[in-house]
């Protein structure tokens, strides 16, 4: 077998998907679904791919009828109280973040932390490990799984709030974007 086999490659991706799955804690994933649908408004931060990852994730709960905004964008407003800012970071570490995270408690937002594992020196309402490369081993490059999982996670609770909203798909569709 090639080592360049795109089918393999694939598959062994998928695999490791499915690891992930089965590794998150459905409690936390309960937790920060409910969070999210009550929340007046809902922040994201993250940097590079994972801050890709979250505008996806962000425009989806749009689609729902959330008010959402991620950080640094030009259109996003003072971060209040009552509001949830969902803080995603693979390490836990990254500096814009964390300085996200703080303005968020100094306004009394809610805090949800989403890492690969606990970060103990942040204080977080909520927390959602990812655990890629600690639990689930993996052969990809970098955050890869991470990223992954963070896209398929935050669809997966985008479906859960939909429907407890009772809203159907043609419902959504009405709030997809129709200046492309």
Known sequence: MSVHNI?????QVSAELAQMAASVDPAQ???LAEAINQAPRVFFSGQGRSGLMIKAIAVRLMHIGLTVYVAGESNTPAIGNNDL???VSSSAKTQTTL???????????????????PAADIAADLTLYLPARKQVATDQHAGSLFEQSL???????AWRIQRLRGMSDS??????????
């Open 7 to 11: 089918d393999q490659r694939l598959k």
């Open 29 to 31: 994933l309960d937790a």
């Open 85 to 87: 800012l969902i803080a």
């Open 99 to 117: 300085m996200h995270i703080a303005a968020a408690r100094k306004a009394s937002a809610q805090i949800t932390l989403i890492s690969s594992g």
């Open 151 to 157: 896209l398929i996670t935050g669809d997966a609770i």
């Open 171 to 180: 419902d959504l569709d009405n709030r997809h974007a129709n200046l492309q």
